[in-house]
């Protein structure tokens, strides 16, 4: 079983959809989570952080189930500029060491 | 202002001829990371320094190595590379805390070897 799981899409949806991204981790004990997007050919970059309580910003809502072992996130209103492939990441040891998952991907057509 | 960097952002070698990344950062982070990462694939951590500590991972080739001389820099060597190291290489940095941070990537050096 893989430490992060997602489903590699591709999700295509029209601009204005609401979309929903899932995340299955394996360990635990894992510390923090979060949601990485990297558009092609380019680095992975921060979009949020995923707290126990739910977190929001903007059309971005991440959550996460610890009993469940499950991440979300939902971008509401969806913009062309949204298209790219979305990381589910969980952070495990000390330091820091992050567990990537191999990514879902978005395309937002007009 | 650019806070992990890379160079070069695109490297060409031949099969078997050494070739070093290099990473910079100017936000004094402690532990410094080298990711590879293949088309369609996640990031996968080839080794970290935290502070002058050197930490492999167990899947990691001898291939690879790398150096930190001080801080702010890091390199990753390929010793002999091969068609299969072709590549995207990503540096980034963290605080070192214990399971709670997140990392800063650098915009990756792309890797062709012929």
């Known amino acids: 079983r893989k430490e992060v799981e997602q489903d590699p899409g591709p999700f295509n949806v029209p601009e204005g959809a609401t979309v929903a991204f899932n995340c299955t981790y394996s360990?635990?004990?894992?510390?923090?989570f979060f949601w990485y997007r990297q558009d092609c050919r380019k680095e992975p970059k921060l979009l949020m952080s995923?707290?126990?309580s739910g977190n929001e910003d903007g059309r971005f809502t991440a959550q996460l189930n610890r009993a469940s072992q499950y991440i979300s996130l939902l971008i509401r209103d969806s913009k062309l500029s949204d298209s790219a492939t979305y990381l589910c990441?969980?952070?495990?040891?000390?330091?820091?060491?992050?567990?990537f998952g191999t990514g879902t991907r978005l395309q937002v057509f007009p | 202002d650019a806070m992990v960097i890379q160079n070069p952002r695109y490297q060409v070698t031949q099969f078997g001829k050494p070739v070093t990344l290099s990473c910079s950062q100017t936000?004094?982070?402690?532990?410094m990371y080298w990711y590879q990462q293949k088309s369609s694939q996640a990031p996968k951590l080839l080794f970290h320094?935290?502070?002058?500590?050197?930490?492999n991972e167990a899947d990691t080739p001898d291939n690879f190595q790398s150096r930190r001389p001080n801080t702010s820099f890091c390199f990753l060597d390929i010793r002999s590379p091969g068609l299969g190291d072709a590549a995207m290489y990503l540096c980034?940095?963290?605080?070192?805390?214990?399971?709670?941070?997140?990392?800063?990537f650098g915009p990756g050096t792309r890797l062709t070897v012929l």
């Open positions: 936000l004094n982070h402690n532990v």
């Open positions: 990441v969980v952070n495990d040891e000390w330091p820091d060491k992050l567990i």
């Open positions: 980034a940095t963290g605080r070192g805390g214990r399971g709670t941070d997140t990392q800063y």
């Open positions: 360990n635990s004990a894992s510390q923090s």
């Open positions: 320094y935290y502070d002058k500590d050197f930490n």
């Open positions: 995923v707290y126990s």
